[in-house]
């Protein structure tokens, strides 16, 4: 479907050992009189990947032919100080092959005939890309694992994440609008924040499935449900206006099913009147509303007046480092003792929960191993309470815990009872 692509979308790739940057752009149309509610916005990011790119490729429809939107883009090209690779895409057959000639006319060089579909052409494409490489030159990245503090931006539709984004970065990285659905793709942006890097990740609004459209919509969840994944923090955006939905806490069961760390950021805080109470008042319903997430912290914010914005990523910071923490196994073998002390494991019948010994196994997330005589009297009931009982001492905030249970070899209840020595005549 034309108009698909909308924001600028950066993927990483590597031809000939040089590795580098490619940033997809959507459709650009100069005539203002074929504009849309989108089209202004969707050219504005296509000149500013033009103008941080260091070689553009200018991808024409050889199935339509030269067409005055060609020319007049062309024409733009022309005008830059950036090399121009010309790739004649949809050319799978000798007619269209033969007919790409026509492109000649643009004045951009020799045309580069290509399916993208089929992956015809492309390494042609590549070489004349890689070409315009200073020799030298450090690669745009390296093959080292990411190592920056990864947030996502997640949230049900039009929310504000892209205008949180914006407002975080001071510059328009996502196209905002009050359409729902503006946003399509996971888009990274990669920041240096007080010596630490980060890759801040705007997403595509999630709904519940049964009202996902399919097409476009689809694969923008899809999308959305990876870049979770993929990121360390989540910043579950909620709208103030409209308090916590129902997709809100979907939203927020996406996030604790992947166990990535929470922050509740309120935005449109600005079109709340308030008066001394208002946002002790807000904090208890949202608290309500989700209250498997207690552990949680919120922040009150205006991504349109920038209230509170600077706060984010230094409490995003905070959470991050907690889900770092690891707790000794002493210390931790002592909690689970003085728990079970003050509150009795489940039992069934003659049997009895008992909780051996444990240890934190890892980190991102935490993940506690607890070695116990009947694993399956573990009720849900009682795994909470020792997560309450951890969390009172250590707090991990906003950072989820995960456990798993291991049974005893030897578990003393099952064990034969000797038999009572016969007394002696």
């Given at each position: ?56 490729v ?37 007619e ?17 005939e ?48 892209s ?14 609008s009050?359409v ?21 990740i ?59 760390s ?7 805080w ?12 807000y904090?208890q ?14 922040i009150f914010?205006?991504?349109k007046?920038g ?46 929960l ?16 607890l070695?116990?005589?009947h694993?399956?009297l ?15 001492r ?10 798993r ?21």
């Amino acid at each position: 479907m034309p108009g698909t692509t909308r924001d600028r979308v950066y993927g990483e790739s590597e031809w000939v050992g040089r590795t580098f940057n490619v940033v997809d752009t959507g459709g650009l149309v100069l005539a203002p009189e074929d504009d849309d509610a989108f089209t202004p916005h969707i050219r504005e990011q296509a000149l500013m990947a033009m103008d941080e790119a260091d070689v553009i490729v200018f991808m024409v429809d050889g199935s339509e032919g030269l067409t005055a939107a060609d020319e007049e883009v062309a024409e733009l090209l022309r005008r830059t100080d950036k090399p121009v690779v010309l790739a004649v895409n949809k050319t799978e057959n000798e007619e269209r092959r033969l007919n790409a000639a026509e492109f000649y006319a643009l004045g951009l060089g020799e045309p580069i005939e290509i399916s993208a579909l089929h992956g015809m052409g492309t390494g042609d494409l590549l070489d004349a890309v890689v070409a315009y490489f200073p020799p030298g030159r450090l690669d745009a990245f390296d093959e080292e694992e990411d190592d920056s503090v990864r947030i996502a931006i997640v949230g049900r539709p039009n929310v504000g994440k892209s205008s949180l984004l914006n407002r975080i970065l001071g510059q328009e990285r996502s196209i905002v609008s009050e359409v729902p659905g503006t946003t399509r793709d996971a888009i990274d942006t990669r920041i240096t924040y007080y010596g630490r890097p980060m890759t801040l990740i705007d997403t595509a609004g999630i709904r519940r499935r049964g009202r996902i459209e399919r097409g476009i919509e689809k694969y923008s969840v899809l999308r959305s449900m990876r870049a979770i994944d993929r990121a360390h923090v989540a910043l579950l955006v909620i709208d103030a206006t409209e308090g916590v939905t129902a997709q809100d806490a979907h939203v927020a069961g996406y996030i604790l099913d992947a166990y990535k760390s929470v922050i509740v950021v309120v935005n449109k805080w600005d079109l709340i009147e308030k008066d001394t109470y208002t946002m002790l008042e807000y904090e208890q319903r949202i608290r309500a509303a989700l209250n498997f997430m207690d552990y949680v912290p919120l922040i009150f914010v205006s991504a349109k007046t920038g209230q509170r914005v600077t706060k984010i990523l230094d409490l995003a910071l905070a959470v991050y480092e907690e889900r770092f923490k690891r707790i000794p196994t002493g210390e931790f073998n002592r909690l689970l003792t003085e728990a079970q002390a003050r509150h009795a494991p489940p039992s069934e019948g003659r049997r009895k929960l008992r909780i051996k010994y444990g240890t934190q196994a890892e980190v991102d997330p935490p993940t506690f191993v607890l070695f116990m005589n009947h694993p399956d009297l573990m009720h849900f009931s009682y795994a909470r309470y020792l997560e309450n009982q951890i969390r009172e001492r250590y707090t991990f905030l906003g950072t989820p815990l995960r456990f798993r249970y291991r049974g005893s070899d030897a578990q003393e209840d099952q064990k034969p009872k000797k038999k009572a020595r016969a007394k002696k005549r």
